[in-house]
């Protein structure tokens, strides 16, 4: 008896995205351990827990795909690519990743609403809110280093951001829960 409730393209681009997810894990790995050689301990924990968030939303798409009764498939990830060049830089990097993978994520909503594959479009929706969270936290901390100097920020300033990204929560305010009394 067939238990599988994925469509082939449907598993497969969840198997993808599994794949994906272990990618921007290692990626924020990479990242993490460059901000730490610099010196960057407040940068490089907020990484290291970003890495591990994304490991997290890598199981999340293992275990849906098990659960629908589909074959999950193991393969191997990029290399993380080249050390960024300063903090703006890395910065840049992680919100251009975070878009990308947005956008894939967005692909495969449409796929499971063309498919009306309910359960998937469902599971889904949880990392489009979470993708908003992500791209809103990387554009708040661009914010922040723009503030900063940028690519020219001074070591004051890089020291400050340093210690305030130590502290900073893993979690952005959203638009759509802000209220007029809590902005």
């Given at each position: 008896m067939n238990t599988n409730r994925l469509s082939p393209t449907l598993a497969a681009a969840l198997n993808a995205q599994m794949t994906n997810e272990a990618h921007n894990s290692q990626i924020?790995?990479?990242?993490?351990?460059?901000?730490?050689?610099?010196?960057?301990d407040g940068i490089?924990?907020?990484?290291?827990?970003?890495?591990?968030?994304?490991?997290?939303?890598?199981?999340?798409?293992?275990?849906?795909?098990?659960?629908?009764?589909?074959?999950?498939?193991?393969?191997?990830?990029?290399a993380?690519?080249?050390?960024?060049?300063?903090v703006n830089d890395?910065?840049?990097?992680?919100?251009?990743?975070e878009v990308e993978n947005t956008t894939s994520i967005y692909n495969i909503v449409n796929m499971s609403l063309e498919e009306k594959d309910w359960a998937t479009w469902n599971f889904l929706q949880w990392f489009v809110k979470e993708q908003t969270e992500e791209e809103t936290l990387a554009l708040d901390l661009l914010s922040k280093i723009k503030v900063a100097g940028g690519e020219k920020a001074n070591p004051e300033a890089l020291y400050t951001l340093d210690l305030d990204l130590g502290k900073?929560?893993?979690?952005?305010?959203?638009?759509?829960?802000?209220?007029?009394?809590k902005p």
């Amino acid at each position: 008896m067939n238990t599988n409730r994925l469509s082939p393209t449907l598993a497969a681009a969840l198997n993808a995205q599994m794949t994906n997810e272990a990618h921007n894990s290692q990626i924020y790995l990479a990242y993490a351990s460059w901000a730490s050689d610099k010196g960057y301990d407040g940068i490089a924990n907020f990484l290291f827990r970003h890495a591990n968030e994304e490991r997290n939303h890598m199981m999340k798409f293992l275990e849906y795909i098990l659960k629908r009764g589909a074959k999950v498939v193991v393969t191997a990830i990029p290399a993380p690519g080249h050390d960024p060049k300063s903090v703006n830089d890395c910065f840049e990097k992680v919100f251009k990743y975070e878009v990308e993978n947005t956008t894939s994520i967005y692909n495969i909503v449409n796929m499971s609403l063309e498919e009306k594959d309910w359960a998937t479009w469902n599971f889904l929706q949880w990392f489009v809110k979470e993708q908003t969270e992500e791209e809103t936290l990387a554009l708040d901390l661009l914010s922040k280093i723009k503030v900063a100097g940028g690519e020219k920020a001074n070591p004051e300033a890089l020291y400050t951001l340093d210690l305030d990204l130590g502290k900073t929560p893993d979690d952005a305010v959203l638009a759509q829960d802000v209220t007029v009394e809590k902005p």
